[in-house]
């Protein structure tokens, strides 16, 4: 095991090692602070809301973040978690405690970029959003800014285990302290398929019964078939049609004429517009929330980062006017 790593596990309990050098990486250090290692165990449950999801995170066990956590509640004299039959809740000693750490580690990461200097922009979404719209904005920016970097990472489960990027798109708000927030727009959702699914107006108990293609997520902010259904008044049962983890993959299995896919209708209007999937029916539900930029602070954003973040905003207004606004509002 390399050095870091061994004194990392000692820290955090996974070795017992008695030394002097072990007893000085656990005393308490200039500012009057509980063992980093504890710290950094609890901010990782605290964010993930999961002991186990915490220790992948850090590389131990979920033992080992649950020792380091009793020993941060027993030095404080706080409990900062309600422990639950399925995971664990802030206290609110725990929350008070995990949005200082979120706020303090984001300033350090901010200033650490500062002081590397210019390292390029990264902008983050999920695989569907880039596909769509994101990845061919960025190709747009660059026409006009091909001396900037642009690095597009992509994930289906948030940002939060990963590096947080300058700039993302996210469905609905962001619960993070310092950071920017833009509503761009509200989606409507209908059921589309290949063009050989048009067959006109179609009641929903019907269309319930059809080949549905069901979108498992870890977010549950998502609009789901049974909740569409439910919104619209029908409380019948929903055929189970086939499901995926994947909108992407959605989308295209319901071009290949393999079912009737939820449709997002602006982030889907490149596929309405060459043809590849039609709307079917005349039931629409306007989407609960609405897609947001996410973005650092302005202080905290590279001169790069700005121009590509205002760039998105003028962009988003062309690509989402595309299709008349639902509710009659766009921002």
């Given at each position: ?7 990392f ?37 605290a964010?993930l ?25 027993a ?6 978690f309600?422990?639950?039959h399925?995971?664990v809740a ?24 500062r002081?590397r ?28 800014n091909?001396?900037?970097?642009v ?11 990963s ?18 927030q ?27 019964t ?27 049962p ?14 295209q ?40 930029l ?10 790069d ?11 988003v207004?062309?690509?989402s ?11």
């Amino acid at each position: 095991m390399p050095r870091a790593a061994s004194l990392f596990a000692v820290a955090l309990g996974i070795v017992q090692v008695n030394s002097p050098f072990v007893d000085t990486l656990m005393s308490r250090r200039h500012y009057d602070l509980p063992p980093l290692t504890a710290l950094a165990a609890f901010e990782a449950a605290a964010r993930l809301l999961s002991f186990k999801d915490a220790a992948r995170e850090l590389g131990v066990t979920p033992g080992a973040v649950s020792h380091q956590i009793r020993g941060l509640e027993a030095e404080l004299g706080l409990r900062l978690f309600d422990r639950r039959h399925r995971g664990v809740a802030l206290t609110e000693a725990g929350h008070d405690l995990s949005t200082c750490m979120q706020d303090a580690f984001s300033n350090v990461s901010a200033t650490l970029q500062r002081l590397r200097g210019p390292q390029g922009v990264t902008v983050g979404s999920t695989s569907a959003v880039s596909s769509l719209w994101l990845a061919p904005a960025v190709a747009r920016f660059w026409r006009e800014n091909g001396e900037i970097a642009v690095h597009q990472v992509t994930s289906d489960h948030g940002f939060q285990r990963s590096i947080i990027p300058d700039i993302f798109i996210r469905y609905g708000p962001e619960d993070r302290k310092g950071w920017n927030q833009t509503p761009l727009f509200r989606d409507q959702l209908h059921p589309v398929g290949s063009p050989d699914h048009a067959s006109g107006d179609m009641p929903l108990d019907k269309l319930a019964t059809q080949r549905l293609i069901h979108l498992e997520s870890d977010d549950r902010s998502w609009t789901t078939w049974p909740d569409w259904f439910r919104a619209l008044g029908y409380d019948g049962p929903i055929a189970s049609g086939i499901r995926v983890n994947n909108y992407t993959i959605a989308l295209q299995a319901a071009r290949e004429g393999a079912g009737i896919v939820l449709g997002w209708q602006r982030l889907i209007q490149p596929l309405l517009a060459r043809g590849l999937l039609v709307p079917l029916g005349r039931h629409s539900l306007a989407a609960p929330h609405r897609f947001h930029l996410i973005s650092r602070t302005g202080a905290d954003l590279s001169p790069d980062a700005l121009l590509l973040r205002d760039f998105l905003l003028r962009d988003v207004a062309i690509f989402s006017h595309e299709v008349n606004s639902p509710d009659g509002e766009d921002f």
